[in-house]
């Protein structure tokens, strides 16, 4: 069984940084993709960032610049660092991924639970 746990989250003031973990675990045999999505109350979960296995990115607009994702792939890790934080990146974080276990022939979708990020002074 294949788990995504996501931490690193907290209360910051605007202006901060903070930095998310979401490590995979379990009978994994290979990880592609790896993404950040947030969801804001009220509003529709959004992709933040993504990385691709081989290392290519890719943001959304209102994340270049600021935020930045990496992995450590011997670990089945993945990071986003956020800086210059605004109240409006108040949201829960979500880490996704794509990956094959070692129980499946076929790429599955999975979900971490989230992570709570909250901008305020």
């Known amino acids: 069984q294949v788990q995504l746990v996501e931490s690193g989250g907290g209360l910051v003031q605007p202006g901060g940084s903070l930095r998310l973990s979401c490590a995979a675990s379990?009978?994994?045999?290979?990880?592609?993709?790896m993404r950040w999505y947030r969801q804001a109350p009220g509003k529709q979960r959004e992709l933040v960032a993504e990385?691709?296995?081989?290392?290519?990115?890719n943001y959304a607009d209102s994340a270049k610049g600021r935020f930045t994702i990496s992995r450590d792939n011997a670990k089945n890790t993945v990071y986003l660092q956020m800086n210059s934080l605004k109240p409006e990146n108040t949201a829960v974080y979500y880490c996704?991924?794509?990956?094959?276990?070692?129980?499946?022939?076929?790429?599955?979708?999975?979900w971490g639970r989230g992570t709570q990020v909250t901008v305020s002074s």
């Open positions: 990385m691709a296995g081989g290392g290519s990115t």
């Open positions: 996704n991924a794509d990956i094959l276990s070692t129980d499946f022939r076929t790429w599955k979708n999975y």
């Open positions: 379990g009978s994994i045999r290979s990880i592609n993709y």
